[in-house]
């Protein structure tokens, strides 16, 4: 099921870098601000801890360099996002003092369930698991799929913003954000996890994070559906939306 994993991280990897040069290139947000400060957060985080169990694990290397590579595409989305001051009565100052805040407060969750989860200080408690990066792997199934579903909900509420706001959003945002959760999903959800592998058929292994998976496609369904209805509605490329002619502001 690796090759699932990987064909999802694609996914993933293809929005990241789309919204990166859409946002940097016409200054409209593709990414709501929270689903962004939630992902930068969880994917610096998971990069550290998975760096950590990879140097007692090296099936680990592959979901390490998968969060460092998503961490560097949103780290450059942030960047542009603190470009972009939707709300022009307040100083670029508070902008970006809003947007670190949103991160660290996120990342300050994290590492609260993190605590919860792996119970890090507790080494007798984690080497009687049957795998020692077990508990890590749940913290990052459960904040994943949790944040996910955050996500999907954000995108809905972007599609109900006014004409000027909501127009960056799209059918191909969609479908990428839906396939790469669906091939998440699959692999983690319907495969228990063995040695930093997912090797054997199990409906029953994360119940959480198949609920949550289920949950996030009918949302993400939905997404696609509206923007589609919207798109259609006042005749715009349904698939992407990309302006022939654009400024900085």
């Given at each position: ?67 460092g590579i998503w961490a560097i595409l949103d780290i450059f989305i942030f960047y542009t996002h603190l470009l972009i001051k939707e709300n022009k009565q307040e100083t670029m100052k ?156």
């Open positions: 099921m690796i090759y699932l994993a990987l064909i999802g991280n694609v996914f993933w990897v293809l929005l990241y870098l789309y919204a990166a040069i859409y946002q940097y290139r016409f200054r409209k947000i593709v990414i709501p601000y929270w689903a962004l400060f939630m992902n930068l957060a969880w994917e610096i985080f998971t990069c550290i801890v998975s760096c950590k169990d990879a140097t007692n694990n090296s099936t680990i290397i592959p979901y390490a360099i998968s969060a508070v902008h970006i003092l809003k947007c670190v805040g949103g991160v660290a407060l996120c990342f300050i969750v994290m590492f609260v369930l993190y605590v919860q989860i792996v119970d890090p200080w507790n080494t007798d408690a984690i080497s009687t698991t049957k795998d020692v990066n077990f508990a890590s792997f749940q913290w990052q199934a459960y904040t994943a799929f949790g944040d996910n579903v955050i996500m999907s909900l954000l995108f809905l509420c972007a599609i109900s913003r006014n004409e000027q706001k909501w127009q960056s959003q799209s059918l191909g945002i969609g479908l990428l954000k839906l396939l790469g959760t669906l091939c998440s999903t699959i692999t983690m959800g319907l495969f228990s996890f063995n040695g930093g592998k997912f090797d054997k058929f199990d409906i029953n292994a994360f119940p959480f994070v198949l609920g949550c998976g289920c949950v996030i496609l009918v949302l993400d369904v939905i997404y696609c559906w509206l923007i589609c209805k919207k798109r259609l509605k006042q005749k715009l490329n349904v698939w992407i939306d990309w302006p022939k002619k654009y400024k900085h502001k």
